[in-house]
């Protein structure tokens, strides 16, 4: 007897929105961890994304928050009650709808904070108060460091995606946010994969949970068809446009290990007639939601995300997916592909393997337990690249007889072969003897050179000065032409002679002489007069350079 939504004693306002989904019977994960979270008991759930994972938690939350639901315009009567972390805005957004959609029926206030936007409407709004908050918990800390919600009244408390969480490394905020809630509280904890770390993680939040294990640890679901091509690692990006084009795919989602790979790569499929647009962290909120809005509503055809950034994306009916460059962690394979073959419908998931992923791919098939099938396209593959390198080498090399030069150009004949033997050439033909050379005419001996003759050092330093002085720009003569101003052009410096040393007219001293400190006795002037008698040194130097005091 298969289960249905009504035997799990879901209510009616859940049961109406469920019908106007077209949903009729719960998926593995939703028949098990409904009736556990109704309860009341902590629940561990693995499933795989694509599973109804977020409906097999949204919906026994919102009955069990039911009774609080009030229509009421007051704050206080919508305190926050049950908290959901998620790692990624996509994710959160995702989750936020879920509420909203399974929720409208009933009177409560669902409301989604993440980072990257401005934070003072998402202040606003908490303040009017919100009973379901859906949160990333970098954002929260900043909302609760600003006192602007409360979280006192948690009576649920969600954790999604738990191992990415532990990969990005929040467990330190998620255990700071733990610290604001009340001890006693209900705690759910839901991963798409389910590995040693989860369980260990789970035993510090969760008290004696129910495990709800719906598919295999680490496999993907049964419905996605898996096949690689090898290929060289340059050309990954025609053979990506050569399948779209070919096989006329119109949802593609296509994974790129970098944010600037993927920028580019989405570059390089538009200038190939393919509309495609890139997702990742660095890319505004806003051009992130209009992203994802137009690949939902195929006016964009190749969406290339980073693993963070697809996280949480709820596509439905993806029909393919592409490992462009594969991931170094092989849990994240999974969580890749999951993005098709949900709720029934049938995926492919395409990787792209170059030489350098081999040992990626060996990893992720010794996860899952499964070879991958390995597919080829003439021209782009790395077989028939060789083959087209080995035949272009055979093109280049010579293949005919002559006297010139052989090599791998071929130049001037080819009698002297390429590198390249082949078993199945053509016969060389043999080389033609050369010629002998004319001999050339003997060189005229050349004439002996007289050595110089040694200069004596006084001519060479003479003839040196002489050169020097011919060199020297001539001096304008007095009276030389005039210029254009009008004036005569005069050196003036030519007729100034160096002004006469000084002469003591008194004494007599001649100053071109050396100085004798005896000085002799001066000379009578003309006229018979008697010059005064002066004594020592000082006698000896005139008035005009004596010093004064």
Same mark, same amino acid.
């Given at each position: 007897?298969?289960?249905?939504?009504?035997?799990?004693?879901?209510?009616?306002?859940?049961?109406?929105?469920?019908?106007?989904?077209?949903?009729?019977?719960?998926?593995?994960?939703?028949?098990?961890?409904?009736?556990?979270?109704?309860?009341?008991?902590?629940?561990?759930?693995?499933?795989?994304?694509?599973?109804?994972?977020?409906?097999?938690?949204?919906?026994?939350?919102?009955?069990?928050?039911?009774?609080?639901?009030?229509?009421?315009?007051?704050?206080?009567?919508?305190?926050?009650?049950?908290?959901?972390?998620?790692?990624?805005?996509?994710?959160?957004?995702?989750?936020?709808?879920?509420?909203?959609?399974?929720?409208?029926?009933?009177p409560l206030k669902p409301f989604c904070?993440?980072?990257?936007?401005?934070?003072?409407?998402?202040?606003?709004?908490?303040?009017?108060?919100?009973?379901?908050?859906?949160?990333?918990?970098?954002?929260l800390l900043d909302l609760t460091g600003?006192?602007?919600?409360?979280?006192?009244?948690?009576?649920?408390?969600?954790?999604?995606?738990?191992?990415?969480?532990?990969?990005?490394?929040?467990?330190?905020?998620?255990?700071?946010?733990?610290?604001?809630l009340p001890p006693i509280r209900q705690?759910?904890?839901?991963?798409?994969?389910?590995?040693?770390?989860?369980?260990?993680?789970?035993?510090?939040?969760?008290?004696?949970?129910?495990?709800?294990?719906?598919?295999?640890?680490?496999?993907?679901?049964?419905?996605?068809?898996?096949?690689?091509?090898?290929?060289?690692?340059?050309?990954?990006?025609?053979?990506?446009?050569?399948?779209?084009?070919?096989?006329?795919?119109?949802?593609?989602?296509?994974?790129?290990?970098?944010?600037?790979?993927?920028?580019?790569?989405?570059?390089?499929?538009?200038?190939?007639?393919?509309?495609?647009?890139?997702?990742?962290?660095?890319?505004?909120?806003?051009?992130?939601?209009?992203?994802?809005?137009?690949?939902?509503?195929?006016?964009?055809?190749?969406?290339?995300?980073?693993?963070?950034?697809?996280?949480?994306?709820?596509?439905?009916?993806?029909?393919?997916?592409?490992?462009?460059?594969?991931?170094?962690?092989?849990?994240?394979?999974?969580?890749?592909?999951?993005?098709?073959?949900?709720?029934?419908?049938?995926?492919?998931?395409?990787?792209?393997?170059?030489?350098?992923?081999?040992?990626?791919?060996?990893?992720?098939?010794?996860?899952?337990?499964?070879?991958?099938?390995?597919?080829?396209?003439?021209?782009?593959?790395?077989?028939?690249?060789?083959?087209?390198?080995?035949?272009?080498?055979?093109?280049?090399?010579?293949?005919?007889?002559?006297?010139?030069?052989?090599?791998?150009?071929?130049?001037?004949?080819?009698?002297?072969?390429?590198?390249?033997?082949?078993?199945?050439?053509?016969?060389?033909?043999?080389?033609?003897?050369?010629?002998?050379?004319?001999?050339?005419?003997?060189?005229?001996?050349?004439?002996?050179?007289?050595?110089?003759?040694?200069?004596?050092?006084?001519?060479?330093?003479?003839?040196?000065?002489?050169?020097?002085?011919?060199?020297?720009?001539?001096?304008?003569?007095?009276?030389?032409?005039?210029?254009?101003?009008?004036?005569?052009?005069?050196?003036?410096?030519?007729?100034?002679?160096?002004?006469?040393?000084?002469?003591?007219? %008194?004494?007599?001293?001649?100053?071109?002489?050396?100085?004798?400190?005896?000085?002799?006795?001066?000379?009578?002037?003309?006229? %018979?007069?008697?010059?005064?008698?002066?004594?020592?040194?000082?006698?000896?130097?005139?008035?005009?350079?004596?010093?004064?005091?």
């Amino acid at each position: 007897m298969s289960t249905t939504f009504e035997s799990l004693g879901l209510l009616p306002e859940l049961l109406r929105a469920i019908a106007e989904q077209g949903y009729t019977e719960p998926t593995p994960i939703q028949a098990q961890a409904i009736p556990v979270v109704l309860s009341g008991r902590d629940l561990l759930g693995a499933a795989q994304t694509g599973t109804g994972k977020t409906a097999g938690f949204t919906l026994p939350l919102l009955q069990r928050l039911a009774p609080f639901a009030s229509k009421s315009f007051s704050p206080a009567m919508h305190p926050v009650r049950a908290l959901i972390l998620t790692p990624t805005r996509e994710l959160a957004i995702q989750v936020h709808e879920s509420v909203r959609t399974y929720g409208k029926h009933i009177p409560l206030k669902p409301f989604c904070v993440y980072g990257g936007v401005n934070i003072n409407p998402q202040i606003t709004e908490l303040r009017k108060g919100v009973e379901i908050l859906v949160a990333t918990p970098g954002r929260l800390l900043d909302l609760t460091g600003q006192k602007a919600v409360d979280l006192r009244q948690v009576q649920v408390l969600i954790l999604d995606e738990a191992d990415r969480m532990l990969d990005m490394g929040f467990i330190p905020d998620i255990k700071r946010i733990i610290s604001l809630l009340p001890p006693i509280r209900q705690n759910l904890l839901f991963s798409a994969t389910f590995s040693d770390e989860i369980r260990r993680l789970s035993a510090q939040f969760l008290r004696d949970p129910a495990t709800v294990e719906v598919a295999r640890r680490n496999t993907p679901a049964e419905l996605v068809t898996q096949y690689a091509y090898q290929v060289d690692a340059a050309k990954k990006r025609p053979l990506l446009a050569h399948l779209v084009k070919t096989h006329d795919w119109s949802q593609v989602l296509v994974f790129c290990k970098t944010k600037h790979g993927a920028n580019r790569l989405a570059s390089q499929l538009i200038r190939d007639g393919i509309n495609a647009d890139a997702i990742h962290g660095n890319k505004a909120q806003n051009a992130r939601i209009r992203s994802l809005e137009g690949f939902k509503n195929n006016t964009v055809r190749v969406l290339v995300a980073t693993d963070i950034a697809a996280r949480g994306l709820d596509i439905e009916a993806l029909p393919h997916v592409v490992n462009f460059d594969l991931p170094h962690v092989p849990e994240d394979y999974v969580h890749r592909i999951g993005r098709t073959g949900r709720a029934g419908m049938e995926g492919e998931a395409i990787s792209f393997i170059s030489s350098e992923d081999r040992p990626l791919m060996s990893a992720i098939e010794n996860l899952i337990k499964k070879k991958i099938d390995r597919r080829e396209v003439p021209g782009l593959s790395e077989s028939s690249i060789r083959e087209n390198m080995v035949e272009s080498r055979e093109e280049r090399a010579p293949r005919g007889g002559g006297g010139g030069r052989g090599g791998r150009s071929g130049r001037g004949g080819g009698g002297g072969g390429g590198r390249s033997q082949q078993p199945q050439r053509e016969a060389q033909k043999p080389r033609e003897p050369q010629q002998p050379r004319e001999p050339r005419p003997p060189r005229e001996p050349q004439q002996a050179r007289d050595p110089q003759q040694a200069r004596d050092p006084q001519q060479q330093r003479e003839s040196q000065r002489e050169a020097q002085s011919q060199r020297r720009e001539p001096r304008k003569p007095q009276g030389a032409s005039k210029p254009q101003g009008g004036r005569e052009y005069r050196d003036n410096r030519s007729d100034r002679s160096p002004p006469p040393r000084p002469r003591d007219s %008194g004494g007599g001293i001649d100053f071109s002489k050396p100085y004798e400190p005896a000085a002799t006795a001066a000379s009578e002037p003309a006229g %018979g007069e008697t010059a005064p008698k002066r004594r020592g040194p000082a006698a000896a130097v005139p008035a005009l350079f004596r010093r004064k005091g």
